[in-house]
């Protein structure tokens, strides 16, 4: 017989910081959009994934990882990673910090520094969990604009900074818009940090922007620099392994490493990953095949769109920020229908903006398509 399950009132118990949160928005489910749309195969627009799949090395280090057993825990150090990831970069490991995702890093950097009522710069459209993990710890988040071009706005950056944030989310390039930071723009936010902020340069995309040229790479910007930084990389963007989740930040100094080791749950990242990111970062060829053919397609589904009529940010990334010109949850309820996935975005400001990830080119002009006869149906 089944126990009978009471609910327990657990409502008083949260954190008011907690309760006030929006819930992370992961685009709409798979498996009900093939249902709605009578569809088996969805188009996944939603995650900015990598449609062009892992190294084939990698592949075979997974399996090799399960062939091991999996019954004894992970390397609680990454040691292996580490090395590796340092050697490519020419940082010492004990300058390295892996997360599970690069999330689970941002989320270390909160719990490490933030105390309640401390201040946290970062863009606004943005990366959600850039406010979300402050917020967790009680702190205040002030988001900065970018300009009606989308472009960094480096003079309301200058005056943000200004107000003594103690940490600094910046991503570059950024997400959602796509668009980057040049050289002298992410020089500017260096020489208006204050002393006591801690800046976190996230380049989720840097692998897409690298070759853009005034692309700055964040590492070796921040280098020489007398304050305390963290580049945060991930393996789940460019390098396709979104789903074993790993990442990693090269800090300013193995202080903030130990730190971050100390807030961190022990074996935050699973031997598979581990193993997984170590061969993905070895296949080099495979990664320049994926920026290229990325650069490429974005490309051409940007020039698709822009055809059609519709508002598109240049972007540096494998995804475009798009507008639709009418609400976009009523836009991304009729891709549905068609079994594509996009975000609708919520933002203040935003929200007739799409955000879509590239897929294969085969998919991205149905993609192209879609968007097209919908917007062009019920113009407003
Ligand atoms: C995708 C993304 C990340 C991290 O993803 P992980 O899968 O956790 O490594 C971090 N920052 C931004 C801006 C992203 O878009």
Known sequence: MNPVLTPTPS????????????LYDPGADPDEVAALSGSGRVIKLSNNENPFGVSPAVAEAVRKALADGVSRYPDPTGRRLAEAVGRSLDV???????????????????????????????????????????????ARVQKVPVTAEFEFDADAWCDALAAGPKLVFLANPCNPTGAMLDAGELARVVAALPESALLVLDEAYGEFARS????????????????????????????????????YGIASDPALVQ??????????VNHPAQEAA?????????????????????????????NAGLRVVPSSTNFLFIDTGRPAGHVARELHRAGIIVKAWREPGYETYIRASLSTPGDND???????????????
């Open 278 to 306: 170590i061969a993905a970062l070895g296949d080099h060829a495979h990664l320049a095949d994926t920026v290229r053919r990325t650069a490429l397609e974005i490309a051409r589904v940007a020039d698709g769109l822009r």
């Open 11 to 22: 409502t008083s118990l949260i954190r008011r910081e907690v309760a006030g949160l929006p």
């Open 212 to 247: 853009r040229p005034g692309y700055p790479d964040g590492l070796e910007a921040l280098r020489g620099l007398d304050r305390p930084w963290i580049v945060l990389r991930t393996f789940s963007k460019a390098y396709g392994l979104a789903g074993v989740r790993v990442g």
């Open 92 to 138: 010492p490991p004990d300058r390295v910090v892996l997360g599970n995702g690069s999330e689970n890093i941002l989320e270390l950097l909160c719990q490490a520094v933030l105390d309640p009522g401390d201040l946290v710069v970062t863009q606004a459209p943005g990366f959600s969990l850039h406010e979300t993990f402050p917020r967790v710890m009680g």
């Open 259 to 268: 730190a971050l080791d100390r807030v961190r749950t022990p074996y935050n």
């Open 366 to 380: 149905v993609f192209v398509r879609c968007l097209s006869e919908i917007c062009a149906k019920d113009k407003p």
